[in-house]
Structures are given as C-alpha cells and as structure tokens.
C-alpha cells in the first residue's frame, strides 16, 4: 500500500472554468420524459456543459489559472513548475504543459509534466507536485487538471453521454517551510479493471482504422464505435463502492487521524446513487459531503476543485478548513489525500 507525507508545502488557491454551453437531461433525445427523471433522480445530474469544437481542455485550464494567478498577484516569472492531469490533450505530442507554459507567458526555466489520468488524477497529480515542491527549489506550482470528456461520448450512448460534462481548473501551490500541516496521501491502481472504462481504438494497441468509426448497437439506448467512451457501469460500482471508503479508512488510520477532524470530504463526482453508498459507508453527515453533479455531471479529474469552487467557495475564502479528497475511477485507479487550507483565494466560476 502506497502512503505519502508531504511537508512545507500549502495550497494558495482554486479556480474552475466551464464551457458556456449548457446541455439538459430532459432534453437528451434518448430519454422520456419519466427516463430522464429516472436518470436524474439516480445519478444526480440535471444538466451539463460541452465544449465546442475548438474548445480543449487546455483552454479551460488556461483561463481558471490567468485567473488564479491574477487574484493571488502571482508574477508569470515565480512559476516553477507546472503540471497538466488530462485524459484529452491537446496532442498526442507535445506534452500540453509545455504548450500551457508558453501561452500562459511563463519562464522557460519552468518545470513541466503531462499526468495521463481520469478520475483519481487530482489527487495523484497533487501528491507530484508537493513532493517536487517540498524541498524549497520550487516555490510555486501551478496544478492544471481537466477534461473535455464529452468529445469521446457517443450521442447516442445514454450510459455515457448524459452524465458527463467538461470543465477546467487550477490549483495554485507554494512553498512554505514553515507550514505546519502535512499532505497526506493514499494511493493505489489495479490495472485488472482497466477495461471497465475504456476507449477501444485511438491508441498504439488498437490504432485508428476504417473500422474505428462504425457505430455499433450495443443494446437499446447505447450506440457507441470503437472511438466512443466504454463505461461497465455495474463493474465501476462494485469498485468505487469497495475501495473509496476502504482508501478514506486507510488514510484515516495510517496518519491516526480522528475522521471527525475533516470538514469535508469532497469525492470524485461519479454518479449520486454511488457516491450516497460510499457516504454512508463511511457514516458522515450529508453537510459535509457537497455535490457538484447537479450542474455539471462527472467531469473526470477536475470534479474535486470543481466541488470545492462552486460548493464551498465562501468557506474556502472565510475559514481555516480541513479536507479528505477522494478520486476513484479509470485505470482501475483510487487514492485519498488530506489537506487544509488557510483562507485561500478562490475566484468565481469562470465561463468560457
């Protein structure tokens, strides 16, 4: 089991940005009216945003991070290292960070890294990016993590296409030699799983061909080609329910934490019915679990800032606050880290 401590480095700020286009469920073409209440009702996803066309996830990050840097008065210069957590990149090659270093006019002195990574992205790219921080050589980071997830979802896949959306964001990070809270992180994969969420064709195992592109009907209501996003929706289930709480209790009891200690426990945004089940695994209040599935649907490896901007944006500003994050998801991929932060800079949701 994978158990991380990280000192001398704190979170400085949040921010998020979502694409101006906002898609309903009642309005999904494969859905009745009694269907996409159902669905709703069981997910917890009313509506999503989509990205256009042109519209990447880098662009989301980049406009959360101007943001971010403007209200913490951040000089371009000061940025040491910056890391980008994506599942759609901009390219296969180059890595996006690099290109973000550059349209975010950062020094070339700035250290830069592409994390490939959906659900548990946030927490892993964290626990990179205070570790390099730790030692003082960086003083300031800047955490990229977001998806345009929905460009992979077939239209006519109603297991995927309703319950995901895109957004951006950007968590800001410094060092601090004389900060006194520890990140702490649990951390585990088992690749055994990795088909139960998978994209087929696209990569180097199953290149693109002729073939890529043929829809399939798979049952009524999902239609989906080898290009679209693959979710074993029953397998994903047994997984998240099983490990995310067994991670949280990990962390909890490796570190001789008191669960009552955390604030809030802000979970990767999967589906409502399943994160409940993990809720009440774990026996905590509903006040200190928030949603963010309402609005913007899963958005993969930024559905922990995203939460914690739009939900906890007053407290975040106002107060001292103890967290448990906790992603769980593609890969077969979980891990858990907890973290405080100390009246920390947290611009409005930002549209694109």
Request: hydrophobic share 40%; net charge negative; glycine share 8%.
């Amino acid at each position: 089991m994978s158990f991380l401590s990280v000192e001398n480095v704190r979170i400085a700020g949040v921010s998020a940005c979502v694409p101006k286009e906002v898609e309903s469920v009642k309005n999904f073409p494969l859905f009745s009216e009694s269907d996409a209440e159902s669905f709703s009702r069981t997910t917890g996803v009313e509506k999503h945003r989509k990205a256009g066309y042109n519209i990447c996830a880098s662009d989301l990050c980049l406009k959360a991070a101007e943001k971010l840097m403007d209200e913490l008065s951040w000089e371009k210069s000061d940025i040491d290292c910056l890391i980008f957590v994506s599942q759609t990149p901009d390219y296969r090659l180059p890595a996006t960070s690099v290109i973000l270093q550059d349209r975010l006019g950062l020094s070339i002195d700035c250290y830069t890294l592409d994390i490939s990574s959906g659900c548990s992205g946030w927490v892993y790219a964290l626990s990179v990016i205070s570790s390099l921080m730790s030692h003082g050589s960086m003083k300031k980071g800047l955490l990229l993590a977001g998806d345009t997830i929905l460009k992979f979802c077939s239209s006519t896949d109603k297991s995927t296409y309703p319950l995901f959306g895109d957004a951006g964001t950007a968590t800001a990070l410094e060092f601090s030699a004389n900060e006194n809270n520890a990140i702490r992180f649990s951390l585990n994969s088992d690749g055994e799983g990795g088909k139960a969420i998978i994209i087929e064709d696209g990569g180097f195992r199953n290149p693109v061909k002729m073939k890529s592109f043929e829809k399939e009907t798979i049952s009524e209501g999902i239609e989906r080609s080898k290009l679209d996003l693959v979710l074993e929706g029953m397998d994903v289930f047994s997984f998240a329910i099983s490990r995310a709480p067994q991670s949280v209790n990990n962390l909890l009891n490796h570190f001789s934490m008191d669960i009552g200690s955390v604030d809030y426990f802000v979970f990767h945004q999967a589906n409502k019915f399943m994160n409940e089940k993990i809720r009440k695994k774990l026996k905590l209040a509903e006040e200190r679990v928030p949603y963010s599935l309402k609005d913007f649907g899963n958005t993969s490896c930024a559905t922990i800032p995203l939460t914690m901007v739009t939900q906890l944006q007053a407290q975040l500003r106002d107060k001292d606050l103890s967290f448990i994050g906790c992603g769980f998801g593609v890969g077969l991929s979980w891990g858990s880290c907890h973290f405080k932060t100390n009246k920390i800079v947290c611009p409005d949701l930002i549209e694109y």
